[in-house]
């Protein structure tokens, strides 16, 4: 099987850090931007790092663009051109299309012209740091759909010792626990203490929380923000 190819048009801070981070996947990937100082800096880390217009449609086709199955747009600021770029990738017929935008207005373009998804990494950045200073017992969240979420959370105080039927984490919020995580020490061959950490995945109403485990819980956005105020 041959590997993904992934292009990344535009190459600030975003672009040049999603490019060398899918690099490390063992993934071939295309670079692109205007400014050779950029490109040449980001040459070592990706498959390939071309100086293009990302306006200009037989620049993008001769820098390979039409082989990608993914492109990621992150031209920052200039929507204007992310725009252009946007409609000169989807005529040329790549599968899957991601857009970097900066505002409602630049998402809603962009998705009317066929982007096949759209993200706001400073949006999701500033909200994720919100919620860890808000809820630190939360520590990670991942949306599954427009309602249901699904958040790694640390077992409330009040649920220790229980079982997850005890807990009522389910009648009373509204929310399934899908996984446990826990870390037990142990002693390693060096006569250290280590820390080993086990998955207990789909785990039963009978199943114990302790003190210091991970809850991977999953359910509607409504009920978990609900939970988190308690």
Not at 55 to 65: M, Y
Not at 152 to 176: C, M, Q, Y
Not at 197 to 202: C, K, L
Request: net charge negative; proline share 3%; glycine share 6%.
């Amino acid at each position: 099987m041959s590997k993904k190819q992934f292009g990344v048009i535009g190459l600030g801070t975003f672009g040049s850090s999603i490019a060398r981070e899918l690099f490390k996947k063992n993934v071939q990937v295309l670079a692109i931007d205007i400014n050779e100082e950029i490109v040449n800096k980001i040459s070592n880390s990706v498959t390939q790092a071309i100086v293009a217009d990302a306006t200009d449609e037989q620049s993008l086709e001769h820098a390979g663009v039409k082989d990608c199955d993914t492109i990621i747009i992150s031209i920052g600021e200039d929507i204007e051109t992310s725009i252009l770029a946007t409609l000169i990738v989807k005529d040329f017929g790549v599968k899957n299309v991601i857009v970097k935008c900066i505002s409602q207005w630049h998402s809603k373009i962009a998705a009317k012209i066929g982007a096949d998804k759209v993200v706001y990494p400073e949006l999701e950045m500033a909200k994720k740091l919100a919620d860890s200073l808000v809820s630190p017992n939360i520590l990670e969240q991942i949306e599954f759909s427009k309602d249901y979420n699904l958040v790694e959370i640390v077992a409330p105080k009040d649920f220790w010792g229980k079982t997850i039927k005890a807990s009522g984490i389910r009648n009373k919020h509204g929310l399934n626990i899908i996984a446990i995580k826990r870390q037990t020490p142990f002693i390693n061959d060096d006569g250290k203490t280590d820390i080993t950490e086990d998955v207990n995945v789909a785990p039963g109403p009978d199943d114990d929380i302790l003190e210091h485990d991970i809850l991977v819980v999953v359910g509607k956005q409504e009920f978990i923000e609900q939970f988190k105020d308690n």
